[in-house]
């Protein structure tokens, strides 16, 4: 009779039925995004940033994502999402769907944020709009300051098809001799020089008016062409699979093998994907199918600019009124109160911020600059991902590197898109005496850490950063992320092991506070999920809140269900993709999934599980996501101070209270904005943090209350 009833209630959670498809959990992302750029309450020039922002991220989704399902197909996987969808039916949907996104992306662009830019006295004018003497100012432009760097190049028997970077923005031509006797059509292409600016200015007494630098140059360029006429011409875009591929086992120097891959992958990888004006003839778009060697499905045909996130450069007009407000990131009073050491506030005591709310500067910048220069540090130790250009925290280490401080840095030189930064820099760390570890084979070192060690009344005192988000100055102003400062011996001890573990030969076992992935974060989190429903119970029931980026790892979401189907409720706030189905009756129907999207990027990672009523909080470096967990290098460590927990329950508090800016996850994968009910103000998390953030500035507190 057990059997039985156990067979009667058994489900197999490894059903396609239950999850969603990462591929697609992306593309509702990037509608969430363009929702952005239509909601008005954004400055209209933040607007455009968030319609440019869709494009680089469609940019890295057809040059990653769609790729890699192509590259399956080549190799003949027959291996099936976890939804249940081939790679061909996969890339099906993923056309089904964008089509429709970039129709409403042209439409926002056009219709609305064009419009009301002309409203503000910003105007991208077409040729035809001109004065003659605003045409011949720009045709002495183009003679003096574009047609020298311009190579026109011919497609014929001679001449195969060029092999042009990838993203460039590029100008096909269709040519005759103007007699009419000869039929035969003449091709040439043009790839627009990225040393040009992509809007030329023109002077007019009112207003900034801007002319875009492919019709400046279709225009004119029967300069480029004498003797023949320009029957037709046409901007067009290639997106490339991007993904660098490294033999780590056979690479002799890792740092010229990335370098050269980097090389390879913008002109000589594979196209994905054809974007062409919405006017070009079918039989151009045909000969560049034919030499890209693309399906019809590949080729996207826009009425807009190509190349949008270009227009990210219009951040630059100086119109207060048309930007976000600035605002002034709070300074944590014990690390700006004069004569006192960082480090002295930090044996007291340990710390969150909470970018960009709390000053990176003051913070972070402080922690890594007061070392540099404190005759009692003896060593900094850092992990580098993405730390941007002219990055602050790189001359930092430089500079302790030179003042005689043991600076290690182990810098990820396969940080996607930012291999050539961190080429760079980490050369001149290098030279100025700095050691610099590169990646562990076969993973990426994703985890945020720097560690001092300082020498005070004869002994070694070691004093720690942690963070979920890149030592980057430029993304602090940007993402939001929390950082935690501590002096605990037993996170010392870890973060010393951890170092041998990134930059040498170690086994290390005994991990006090660290969980590390892949060496254990995946099985205790787990762990920490089976945990929370074997101690629920009606009278004490279980609870867990999950503040990440995405969530796509397969047994983690079995975990969950599970929990679910025990009671537990789940809270998740998953920014991007989400595979798991929350709703579904005696499935997952205790768990709500939610994503917020806003001025600032939600990037913080924070974790909190009840444990039968004694509340375990955590921040981490990783998502859920099998790449996380299992490919990459990930920290993931307790919080235990009781008020420091308490800042963190109160920051989750406040973004699920958000009933504006929230959008709620349905069982079929789409996402709905949450609005007010009847009797409920309107809650914008992010707007409520930074009025706080005013207000504890103009107090000189940090303290968040709802």
């Given at each position: ?13 490894t ?5 969603l ?12 995004v363009?929702a ?30 769609v ?12 291996e099936l999402?976890?939804?249940?969808m ?7 949907e993923?056309?089904?769907r964008l ?15 064009i ?14 709009q001109?004065?003659n003497?605003e ?9 003096d ?10 497609l ?15 100008i ?8 009419g ?8 292409f ?12 023109l002077?007019r007494?009112?207003?900034?008016n801007?002319?875009l630098?492919?019709q ?6 029967g ?8 029957e ?12 660098v ?6 690479a ?24 062409v004006?919405?006017n070009?003839p079918?039989?151009?778009t ?12 590949d ?7 190509l ?14 009124n048309?930007?976000?407000?600035p ?19 930090i044996k ?5 911020v ?8 003051n ?7 007061e070392a540099?220069?404190?005759?009692s540090v003896?060593a900094i ?6 730390t941007g ?11 302790a590197?030179?003042?005689g401080?043991?600076v ?12 050539e930064n ?10 100025c ?7 562990i084979?076969?993973?990426?070192t ?11 009344a004869?002994?070694l ?14 993304t ?20 010393m092991?951890?170092f041998?573990?990134?930059?040498g030969?170690?086994?290390h076992?005994?991990w006090?506070?660290?969980l590390?992935?892949?060496i254990?974060l ?11 429903a ?20 397969d ?7 599970k ?14 993709v989400?595979?798991?189905r929350?709703?579904?009756?005696d ?9 917020i ?24 470096s990783?998502?859920w ?22 800042q963190?329950?109160?920051?989750l ?9 929230s959008?709620?996850?349905h069982s079929?994968g ?22 706080e ?14």
């Amino acid at each position: 009779m057990t059997n039985k009833k156990a067979e009667k209630n058994y489900i197999d959670l490894t059903s396609p039925l239950y999850y969603l498809n990462r591929e697609l959990s992306l593309i509702e992302f990037q509608k969430r995004v363009l929702a952005e750029a239509e909601d008005q309450r954004h400055p209209i020039i933040e607007r455009l940033k968030f319609i440019s922002i869709l494009s680089s991220n469609l940019d890295e989704f057809f040059m990653i994502r769609v790729a890699g399902l192509k590259s399956q197909i080549a190799a003949g996987v027959s291996e099936l999402s976890v939804d249940g969808m081939t790679p061909q039916e996969q890339l099906h949907e993923i056309r089904k769907r964008l089509v429709p996104l970039f129709e409403k992306q042209e439409h926002i662009f056009y219709d609305d944020i064009i419009e009301k830019l002309q409203e503000e006295n910003i105007f991208i004018h077409y040729m035809e709009q001109l004065t003659n003497e605003e045409i011949a100012f720009l045709n002495k432009y183009f003679v003096d300051c574009v047609m020298p760097v311009l190579t026109p190049l011919s497609l014929d028997p001679a001449h195969p098809f060029p092999r042009l970077i990838n993203r460039s923005l590029n100008i096909a031509f269709m040519l005759s001799d103007g007699s009419g006797k000869n039929t035969d059509k003449k091709i040439a292409f043009l790839q627009v020089p990225s040393v040009l600016p992509r809007f030329v200015k023109l002077e007019r007494p009112k207003g900034i008016n801007l002319v875009l630098i492919e019709q400046l140059i279709k225009t004119f360029a029967g300069l480029l062409f004498p003797g023949l006429e320009i029957e037709v011409s046409n901007t067009f875009r290639i997106t490339r699979d991007a993904d660098v591929e490294i033999a780590e086992d056979e690479a002799e120097d890792l740092l010229q093998e990335i370098a050269e891959q980097i090389k390879h992958r913008k002109r000589e990888r594979a196209a994905v994907r054809l974007e062409v004006s919405s006017n070009m003839p079918d039989y151009l778009t045909k000969v560049l199918m034919k030499s890209l060697e693309l399906e019809p499905d590949d080729v996207y045909m826009l009425n807009r600019p190509l190349n949008l996130p270009d227009f990210m450069g219009l951040l630059k007009i100086d119109k207060r009124n048309l930007k976000d407000i600035p605002f002034q990131s709070r300074s944590i009073p014990e690390f700006t109160t004069n004569g006192i050491s960082i480090f002295d506030a930090i044996k007291k005591k340990d710390f969150l911020v909470h970018h960009p709310f709390d000053s990176f500067s003051n913070s972070v910048l402080k922690f890594l600059n007061e070392a540099s220069t404190d005759p009692s540090v003896l060593a900094i130790k850092i992990t580098l991902y993405r730390t941007g250009i002219n990055s602050p925290i790189v001359e930092a280490l430089k500079k302790a590197a030179e003042n005689g401080k043991d600076v290690t840095a182990f810098v990820e030189l396969k940080a996607r898109f930012d291999e050539e930064n961190n080429i760079i820099w980490a050369k001149e760390l290098e030279h100025c005496g700095a050691h610099v570890v590169y990646g562990i084979m076969g993973l990426k070192t994703h985890c945020k850490i720097a560690v001092i060690v300082r020498k005070e009344a004869n002994k070694l005192k070691t004093y720690i950063h942690l963070s979920t988000g890149n030592y980057n100055y430029q993304t602090s102003k940007l993402y939001t992320d929390v950082g935690f400062f501590t002096s605990n011996e037993e996170f010392g001890t870890d973060a010393m092991h951890f170092f041998n573990y990134l930059t040498g030969y170690s086994y290390h076992k005994d991990w006090k506070q660290f969980l590390i992935a892949p060496i254990n974060l995946r099985r205790i989190l787990i762990e920490f999920i089976n945990r929370e429903a074997e101690l629920h119970t009606s009278e004490n029931p279980g609870l867990i809140i999950v503040k990440m980026n995405s969530l796509a790892h397969d047994e983690i979401i079995q975990a969950l269900y599970k929990a679910s189907r025990k009671g537990v409720r789940i809270k998740l706030l998953v920014r991007g993709v989400c595979c798991l189905r929350p709703g579904i009756p005696d499935i997952s129907d205790t768990i709500e999934v939610r994503s917020i999207l806003g001025r600032f990027l939600e990037h913080s990672r924070i974790f909190y599980f009840r444990c039968g009523g004694k509340d375990e909080y955590y921040l981490s470096s990783a998502d859920w996501m099998s790449r996380n967990l299992q490919k990459r290098v990930e920290l993931m460590f307790p919080i235990h101070d009781t008020a420091l927990q308490k800042q963190l329950k109160e920051l989750l508090d406040i973004y699920w209270k958000d009933n504006t800016k929230s959008w709620e996850l349905h069982s079929d994968g789409s996402y709905h904005l949450r609005k007010p009910s009847h009797n409920q103000e309107p809650f914008i998390a992010q707007e409520y943090l930074l009025e706080e953030t005013k207000r504890a500035s103009k107090k000189g507190k940090r303290k968040v209350k709802l």
